[in-house]
């Protein structure tokens, strides 16, 4: 069974703390990306990667980074949270097959800076 | 810009009803056109999804429709079920451009009463 796995269900921290979001796949799939959710905004991508070490912005980046070390782990960093970055976030992977690409998303983790 | 464009923004269809959500895309270079379905506490997961070379796509009770020229493909849920209430997004990617990111429209709460 497919699994993407994000380390918290559920984060509450406060403004200015620099915030580590991890999420691991066992599916040895080499695309990995975070997006971000909100009511009413739908799903929007933040950073995706492609390759180790490889990242590259995507359509919300600012106030984040991310950190791919491994094939199987992808970082999403808040260097300074600030109470917009309140949200559910989402990692999702996926493999390139040429013909489709299924993302496997985690349950997601909500993030609440106070 | 917001290249993919979903309707409607909630949805309340009867047991046994049919339920349409539509999607408009904006990028030509569009190829692949999945369909995700979230519940609450849970990640979105694939549905269904299509290629431009069809028209038409149907599994069990989902069924998308495709229109390349006009830009436009739809979720069609026959003989709805209170089990399908969820929260559904259409995506879009540009596989042929090695571009394996989704964007995915704003979703559709989609509630269906017994």
């Known amino acids: 069974d497919v699994k993407v796995t994000q380390s918290s269900r559920y984060l509450v921290k406060r403004t200015g703390e620099k915030v580590f979001l991890e999420c691991v796949q066992d599916?040895?799939?080499?695309?990995m990306f975070w997006y971000r959710q909100d009511p009413g905004l739908g799903l929007r991508l933040i950073y995706f990667?492609?390759?180790?070490?490889?990242?590259e912005k995507g359509d919300i980046p600012e106030g984040y980074s991310v950190s791919r070390e491994k094939k199987e782990r992808f970082s999403l960093i808040l260097e300074s949270a600030s109470t917009n970055q309140t949200s559910m976030y989402l990692c999702?992977?996926?493999?390139?097959?040429?013909?489709?690409?299924?993302?496997?998303f985690g349950q997601g983790t909500r993030l609440t800076v106070v | 810009q917001q290249q993919v464009k979903q309707s409607p923004q909630s949805l309340i269809v009867q047991k046994g009803g049919i339920s349409i959500i539509n999607c408009a895309y904006e990028n030509t270079a569009f190829d692949y056109f999945p369909w995700y379905q979230q519940f609450p506490g849970k990640g979105p997961a694939l549905l269904i999804a299509?290629?431009?070379?069809?028209s038409e796509k149907k599994e069990g009770r989902f069924t998308i429709s495709f229109n390349k020229s006009a830009k436009q493909f739809s979720l069609h849920i026959m003989d709805s079920q209170p089990g399908d209430s969820a929260t559904y997004f259409c995506?879009?990617?540009?596989?042929?451009?090695?571009?394996?990111?989704?964007?995915f429209g704003k979703g559709t709460l989609l509630t269906v009463n017994p």
């Open positions: 299509i290629r431009p070379d069809v």
């Open positions: 999702a992977s996926s493999t390139p097959t040429g013909t489709n690409t299924e993302a496997f």
């Open positions: 995506a879009a990617s540009d596989i042929g451009g090695s571009n394996y990111k989704l964007t």
């Open positions: 990667s492609y390759d180790v070490k490889m990242k």
């Open positions: 599916m040895d799939h080499e695309n």
